[in-house]
């Protein structure tokens, strides 16, 4: 089961390689839409990755109240954490 700080790491990789975010601007606090210029295409893509990571499959719904790069976060660890 990956710690709090690998998912973090792996979430900021994907980020950083996948859709250009600048590496100073990735931090708990920083709006995916506003800070980092995500548009909802560009969530969907981050959650199908991180699926693979996980290995489990992401409700949707589990996305639709996140806002920071924190709340990413704290759901794929809950989500990795549940039985």
């Known amino acids: ?17 996948d859709f250009d975010c600048p590496p100073d601007k990735l931090t708990d606090d920083a709006k995916l839409f506003e800070d980092l210029d995500l548009d909802s295409i560009d969530a969907v893509d981050l959650v ?3 699926q693979s990571f996980i290995k489990k499959r992401v409700d949707p719904e589990s996305f ?20």
């Open 64 to 83: 639709q109240q996140i806002r920071t790069l924190g709340d990413v976060i704290d759901t794929i660890e809950k989500l990795v954490n549940e039985k």
């Open 48 to 50: 199908v990755r991180l």
């Open 1 to 17: 089961m990956p710690t709090r700080d690998e998912i973090r790491k792996t979430i900021t990789d994907v980020l950083i390689k």
